[in-house]
C-alpha cells in the first residue's frame, strides 16, 4: 500500500461508521466561521450554503467514496446530490480517476487540439444523432450563453422564450422570472441584471401550449429554451404531446428550439430526454455527466448551424480551457461505462429509490415524482405540474426533512426546487438505509 493510500486507511478507520445521530458538525462550523469572511456566504455556489433548510452551516466534505459523502467530522452519508449530476459513476470511480491521473501526467492544457476531444466529440455525435457538431466549453452556463448567442445569429432575431423554474446557468438574460400567469415580459432576476439585458426574454408557464401559441405569435422569437424534463423546479415532466408542440410551433414560427439536457443529458436515456420523448431540437446544451465530475460543457446541433460559430463562421465563442485533456479524460470514461445495462440498472434503482420514499411518507401530503436517473419528494398533496405548482409545496417541512435525513447519515439536495440524483454506484442497501432514515425523517418533518 502507497504512503497516501495508507494515509487515507487510517483516516478511515477513526471515522464513525453508519448513520450519525444528533449530528456533531463542529469542524463544519468551524471551517465554516473562517469561510463566510473569505467568500460568499462561505460559498462558491448559493444552493451550497443550506440555508434553504434552515442549517446556519453547510458541511464540509472531505472526500467521497462511490455513493458516499464524508465530512470533515467523519460522518458518512449516502449522498444523493453526487455534486448535482455529473457523478452518475459516484465519487472517485477507479476508471475516471486512472483516466485523469493519466492525462495529467501528460500536461493538465495546452491550449491547442488533442485527438481526444475528437473521440469525444464523435461519441457525443453518436450518442445523440440531432447533434452533428459541437463546441466543448466549461459550464453550462456558458453553454446557453453562447447557443443563445447562435441561435440569435442564425435567426437574425432578439426574443428568447423560457419557461419559468427553468435554470439554465447565470447568463443575464436568462436569469428573469416573470413568475406564472400569461407571456409577460421579462423582468431582472437579480439585481445587477439589466433591464436591456432582460426585455428580450419572454417567461411562460412550463406545460401550458396556450401561452406558448400566444408568445410564437405576438413576437419575433428566435429561440425557445427548455429543460425537457424539468429538473430544476424539482423534477416535472413535459406533459403529453408538450415537447411535440415545441417543436412543431417553433418550426411554424421559424424559432429555434434549444433542449438543454445539461441535467437529463446522458442520464435520462443514452440519448437524453429528446430521445426519451423522440423530439429532435436545434440545438443541445450539455454540461454535468459529459465532464464525468470536472468542468466540461458542451453546445451543439446541425452542422448548418454549427458552422456559424468561429472559426468556421462569423458568430464569436472561444475559451482558454475549452476541451482541457483532464476534462475531456473523465468525461470519455464517464461515457464509455454507460451502456444498455447501465441505463437498465439506473432505472430499476431509480425506481425503488422513488418507490421507496412513497413507502416511507405513508399518507402523507408528498407526491414522489421521479424519472430515470432524477427523483424529486414534491413537499404537495397534489402532483406538480409546473412551478407555480413547485411553490406550493411545504418548503418548512421539506428543510425540516432533509435536516432529519443529514442526522441520520442521509446528504438529500439542500432545495425542494431540485433533483435528487441517482448514480451506478448506488446500491439496494443504499437505498434500503435511505428508506429506514426517510421513514424517521417524514415523522420528524410533520410533528412539527
Ligand atoms: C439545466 C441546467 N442548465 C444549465 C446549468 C448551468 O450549468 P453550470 O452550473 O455548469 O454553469 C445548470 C446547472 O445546474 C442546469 O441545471
Redesign the pocket.
Known sequence: MGGQARRRAERSEALTTGPASGLDTRGSESIHSRAVGLMPGGVNSPVRAMGAIGREHPIYIERGEGFELIDVDGHRYVDWVCS?GPLILGHAHPRVVDAVSDAAERGTSYGAPTEAEVELAADVCRRIPSVEMLRLVN????A?MSAVRLARAATGRDVIVKFAGG???HVDGLLVDAGSGLATQGLPGSPGVTTAAAKDTIVLPWNRPEPLAAALESYEVAAVIC?PIA??MGVVEPEEGFLDRLREWTRAAGALLIF?E??TGFRVSRGGAQAAYAVEPDLT?M?KVLGGGLPL?AYGGRRRLMERVAPAGDVYQAGTLSGNPLAVAAGTATLAELDADAYERLRKLTTLLASSLRDAAGSRPVHVASVPGLVTPFFSGAPVHDFAGASDCDLDRYGAFCRALLDRGIYPPASQFEAWFVSLAHDEAAIERTASAAAEAFEVAFAA
Open positions: 448535482w459550464s453550462g452556463t456558458e446557453t435554470y439554465h446557468g429543460e429538473a430544476n438543454d445539461v441535467i446544451i454540461g460543457a
